[in-house]
């Protein structure tokens, strides 16, 4: 299966941590990507997890499990400049590399 | 990271006709994809368009409505043929880079079919 799963929506406050999850279920897995999208803007690359474990950048952190088809993006600091789309990606080696997305999640920072 | 342009950025064509659809990218990559995403939805992806090979198109596209070129590694055309206003959408070309596994978008066709 192809089946990218994230909550729709999500809200937090300027400051604080949020956490966006993600499971998915694909066979041939090769990499879960994290990308952030301003409305009307193109996805901007975030983060890229292919192995078990926390990838941290900057403010952004990523988190992958792959026995348990799961991640998480972690963001902290939270900046009203954060208020976006964040998609997550699952890539398949067995569809030539691209990426499958899921619907995202529209994050809203109130102040 | 890549840089990758777009042309046109934007445009409004009529029932019936074609778009072409630019991308260049300022260094070689062998991966790019074809991507689309309609108002409010996420990223489809339209085909795999790698350098060498003849595109591969995912369930629900085939090649006389979306077809590619992907003349050499830098470069990639998508046509959107005998459009009808269901074919309004951002359309968005992504390369993977050789050196890596990060995948970059394009800024986007914003297509209005009247």
């Known amino acids: 299966g192809q089946n990218i799963d994230q909550p729709t929506e999500m809200t937090a406050t300027e400051g604080a941590i949020v956490q966006i999850n993600c499971t998915y279920q694909t066979s041939g897995f090769n990499g879960l990507f994290w990308y952030q999208q301003h409305a009307g803007e193109a996805p901007t690359f975030l983060s890229y997890?292919?192995?078990?474990g926390l990838e941290e950048k900057g403010r952004f952190s990523s988190f992958l499990s792959r026995s348990k088809g799961y991640s998480y993006l972690l963001l902290k600091e939270l900046q009203m400049k954060d208020s976006a789309s964040y998609l997550c990606a699952s890539r398949n080696s067995n569809s030539g590399y691209a990426l499958n997305f899921g619907k995202g999640t529209s994050l809203l920072v109130t102040p | 990271s890549a840089v990758i342009s777009q042309k046109p950025s934007r445009d409004i064509c009529q029932r019936g006709t074609s778009l072409t659809i630019q991308c260049q990218v300022d260094s070689q990559v062998t991966m790019m994809f074809w991507y689309r995403q309609q108002p409010g939805q996420s990223l489809t992806l339209i085909a795999t368009a790698n350098q060498g090979s003849e595109a591969t198109y995912e369930s629900g596209f085939v090649i006389d409505k979306f077809p590619i070129s992907r003349p050499n590694l830098t470069f990639s055309t998508l046509t959107v043929s005998n459009m009808s206003p269901e074919d309004s959408s951002i359309y968005l070309c992504s390369v993977e880079e050789d050196r890596g596994n990060e995948q970059y978008f394009g800024p986007g066709t914003r297509l209005t079919v009247t």
């Open positions: 997890n292919v192995l078990d």
